[in-house]
Structure formats: structure tokens, C-alpha cells
């Protein structure tokens, strides 16, 4: 039998215990030994709990315990989740976490103070929700040079670009009905705004190119300015948008990454991917392009890849999962004006395509009336900027700019 603990009864805690209770045969055929659930943290009471006796408001029940050899973090945020978790690696206790913001901040610090101690520090949850990819990536994937990751990486956003897209809905509305919903939290600023989608490309940085990428290092827009037009004029250039985190390999060694608003071409199997899924796409030099799809959020798909992750901790008690990578300072991530996109622009103003044209050379146009929208070549983005300064210059006003995405 191996004892573990869980850190947090909410949507997703609530969901690792009941897996772990009502698929116990299941695991115990896999492992070969019960795991028992012996103490879950929390401060609210649930005496409804099958398990309500083993409860505990105090952390100290937790770390103090020697039988207790795998934690589960699943509270969110860093504070204390931080202080918890690295008291438990230093404790000789393995850490398995769905917390995105964690893994984001402290990657690099909790997986070596894991190799120090001899245990494992495990967070398949905190990208995807219940779509596996982190443990494909560093075993299915690991022949491959990876020199792309892209992935529609936040429900909520693409729910809401999805209610735009289909069903014509203004971006308040369809918020609204997110949160009516439950997709999205009563203060949706982390997701809206880009901050999460961030953190996961960021994550999957980190895996893939081996360097820690801290969330503050990339450049990151949301959905918030994102219009019907927008919409309208996306879809006249054979494209949707999407907000994607992308990482990209370039030629000298370093990565190009961004999370931003993009228009994604219908032809791309990001395209298809709507509502509250996930889709990830990761381009290596042997398997070419390969897509991971799924519920991206939600109780249970996200406590089954928890709980997955367990599984593998509890295997490995005596032996280390090899998931690592080292700090990173920023050198090996290129400037945002020196990243190089393709860009959408909406236009208003006399003969503003004409215009458009002059300043950029060549561009795809869609005019409507002094209305307009056009799609420029690829050029870094500070020659992008002094364009748009040099269009505005000429009488143009610019209402909005996305990059085009070569998904």
C-alpha cells in the first residue's frame, strides 16, 4: 500500500479523490499495490466525504507523516502551494501538481531540488488538462528535435472565439455565457488576457528546448480587442481566429515565442478545434507535424491525467522519472521585434488598401467601402511598426492588427 495526500478539495482535488476511491481495482491492477488516500488538506469541512475523517486543516499532518510518499497539489496558485510543495520534495516526499502557475514560476527550482532528494516533482495536468503531452513529449517524442510547438492551450478563450465565430456573438456576450457556463471564473483576466496560455507554452518550452522560460520573458496578448469584424474578415481570408502559444526553433540556436491572437487558415488542424478544447500541435524533425486534442479543463479529465501521473510516482518510489530541465535567463529567447509574422491589419480611411500597399508592398486586400482589411508578407516586427507609423502617418487609421499564423 502507498499512502499519499492531497493538497486541495476543489473541482479538480474533489475529482483525484474520487478517481482514486471509485477506480481502486483499476489502479491496483496497474501497480500492484492500493493507493490510500490518508489525508486531504483543506480548510472548508465535508462531512458528506466518504472520507471525511481523514480531513486535515494543518499542512504539518501532512509533511510530518512518514508513510506519506506521494503529495498531490492541487490548490493553484503559489501561495502556499510554493512553500508546500518544496517542503514536501525536501521532506523525501515525490510531488505530482496540475498547477500551471507553479510549474511556470518554479519549474526549473522543484525539478532539481527533486533530483537532489531522490524523488519525483510530476505535472502532467498543467498543460491540456486530460490531453496528454508532457509524458509524450519526453519519451514518445524524445528522437525527435522538436522546432515547433503551437497549441489552441485555454478553453475559455476558444470558447469564446468559437460563440464569435459560429453564432456572431459580441465578445461581452460571449463571455457572459462562458462564465454562465462555468468555463470562465467570475475575473477571467488570466485567461482573456493571455496569462495562462502563456504559462503553458512556456511549460512546454521548457521541456522541449531545455532551458526554464519564464512566463515574464514572453510577449503575450489576449482576445480583448478582438472584434466581429475581425471575425468577418478572418473568415473572407479563409481563416479563423485562435489564441495560440507558440514556441518556435530558429536557425542560431535560439526560440521565437509569443502567445498572442492569431488568424489560423481553415486548412490547419488547429482550425477545427472549437469550444472549450484544447489542441496541441508539436512539429518534429522525424514525425512531422503531431496533434494532441482533448478537454483541455474540468474535474475529471484533468484529475485523470493527476492521477495518472500517481501512478507513475508510486512506481518509481525508489527510482527517479527522468523530467528535466535547467534555468534559463532569457539569452536564448529572441526580442519580440526581431520575430517575424505575416500581420492583419483592419483598415479605415480614403484609399486605404491603395495606401496599405504602398507602405507594406505586397498584401492580400479586402476592401469595403473606406473600410478595409489587408494581410501583409512576413517582416519582423519592428519593421512592422515603423509601417503601421508610416501608414497612419498617410491618413490611415489602424483599428487592429493579429498575426497570421503558418499552422
Not at 515525490?94 to 510530476?122: C, D, P
Not at 459580441?170 to 485567461?191: C, I, M, S, T, V
Not at 512556456?202 to 522560460?213: N, P, T, W
Request: aromatic share 6%; proline share 3%; hydrophobic share 45%.
Amino acid at each position: 500500500m502507498v499512502s499519499v495526500a492531497v493538497m486541495g478539495h476543489g473541482v479538480v482535488g474533489s475529482g483525484v479523490v474520487e478517481i482514486l476511491l471509485t477506480h481502486k481495482q483499476k489502479l491496483f491492477s496497474r501497480l500492484g499495490e492500493e493507493i490510500y488516500v490518508k489525508k486531504v488538506l483543506d480548510l472548508r469541512e465535508f462531512p458528506d466525504s466518504p472520507i471525511a475523517d481523514r480531513f486535515t486543516k494543518n499542512f504539518d499532518d501532512i509533511i510530518n507523516d512518514l508513510e506519506i510518499r506521494v503529495v498531490v497539489e492541487v490548490m493553484g496558485g503559489l501561495n502556499p502551494a510554493y512553500d508546500y510543495v518544496k517542503r514536501c520534495i525536501k521532506a523525501g516526499k515525490s510531488v505530482v501538481t496540475s498547477n500551471k502557475e507553479l510549474v511556470a514560476a518554479h519549474g526549473a527550482e522543484l525539478l532539481e531540488l527533486a533530483r537532489q532528494e531522490n524523488v519525483n516533482f510530476l505535472f502532467e495536468a498543467s498543460v491540456g488538462g486530460g490531453i496528454p503531452i508532457i509524458r509524450p513529449m519526453n519519451q514518445c517524442l524524445v528522437a525527435n528535435n522538436v522546432d515547433e510547438i503551437a497549441g489552441i492551450l485555454n478553453g475559455t478563450t476558444n470558447f469564446i472565439l468559437t460563440k464569435m465565430i459560429e453564432d456572431g456573438m459580441q465578445f461581452e456576450d460571449a463571455l457572459k455565457l462562458a462564465q454562465d457556463l462555468g468555463f470562465a471564473e467570475r475575473n477571467p483576466a488570466a485567461d482573456i488576457e493571455g496569462h495562462d496560455a502563456c504559462r503553458k507554452i512556456c511549460i512546454l518550452a521548457s521541456l522541449a528546448f531545455g532551458k526554464h522560460v519564464y512566463p515574464e520573458a514572453v510577449h503575450t496578448e489576449g482576445i480583448t480587442n478582438i472584434t466581429l469584424e475581425d471575425v468577418k474578415f478572418a473568415e473572407k481570408f479563409g481563416c479563423v481566429i485562435k489564441l495560440i502559444g507558440r514556441v518556435k526553433k530558429l536557425e542560431n540556436g535560439k526560440i521565437d515565442i509569443v502567445t498572442a491572437p492569431m488568424l489560423v487558415p481553415k486548412k490547419s488542424q488547429l482550425a477545427n478545434i472549437d469550444y472549450e478544447f484544447n489542441g496541441i500541435m508539436v512539429r518534429g524533425d522525424c514525425t512531422g507535424d503531431v496533434v494532441f486534442y482533448g478537454k483541455g479543463a474540468g474535474k475529471l479529465p484533468t484529475a485523470s491525467a493527476v492521477c495518472a501521473d500517481i501512478v507513475d510516482c508510486c512506481m518509481h518510489l525508489k527510482k527517479r522519472r527522468f523530467l528535466f530541465w535547467a534555468d534559463g535567463d532569457g539569452s536564448n529567447i529572441i526580442s519580440v521585434d526581431d520575430s517575424v509574422f505575416g500581420m492583419y491589419l483592419r483598415l479605415n480611411g480614403e484609399d486605404a488598401a491603395a495606401k496599405a500597399e504602398k507602405v507594406f508592398g505586397k498584401i492580400q486586400a479586402i476592401e469595403d467601402g473606406k473600410r478595409g482589411a489587408v494581410i501583409t508578407e512576413a517582416m519582423p516586427m519592428s519593421e512592422f511598426n515603423k509601417k503601421c507609423d508610416e501608414l497612419t502617418a498617410g491618413g490611415v487609421n489602424i483599428l487592429s492588427t493579429i498575426r497570421m499564423g503558418d499552422l
